[in-house]
Nanobody, 123 residues
Framework: QVRLFVSGGGSVQAGGSLWLSCVVS????????MGWFPQAPGKERDGVAS?????KTSYADPVKGRFTVSRDNAQMYLEMRNLKPEDTAMYYC???????????????????WGKGTQVTVAS
């Protein structure tokens, strides 16, 4: 059974930084990709960063230059800097198996999901 465990998050003032971590277990294939998906109340779950097992990354435009996704085998990290109030959301981690030239940022391209962790940025 595939499971994803998310940790990190919390509350911070605008301009601050936070880390998120996601560990996946139960995936026996090495070629799996992972992504981070924030979801604010009433909004879609849109990806902001993703990474393949060969460290190819994708970022959504609003977070380029502020967020950095990294990976150490089955553990993925998200470093969030210069946080803005609009970054406030529940952040979910997701994974799936396959090869991409650039890892996807669409939730429909992922089948394994972890529980979210709240990120709150105060203005």
């Amino acid at each position: 059974q595939v499971r994803l465990f998310v940790s990190g998050g919390g509350s911070v003032q605008a301009g601050g930084s936070l880390w998120l971590s996601c560990v996946v277990s139960g995936l026996t294939f090495g070629n799996f990709y992972m992504g981070w998906f924030p979801q604010a109340p009433g909004k879609e779950r849109d990806g902001v960063a993703s990474i393949t097992n060969y460290d190819k990354t994708s970022y959504a435009d609003p977070v380029k230059g502020r967020f950095t996704v990294s990976r150490d085998n089955a553990q993925m990290y998200l470093e969030m800097r210069n946080l803005k109030p609009e970054d406030t959301a529940m952040y979910y981690c997701a994974a799936d198996v396959g090869y991409w030239r650039a890892p996807p940022l669409s939730a429909s391209d992922y089948i394994y999901w972890g529980k979210g962790t709240q990120v709150t940025v105060a203005s």
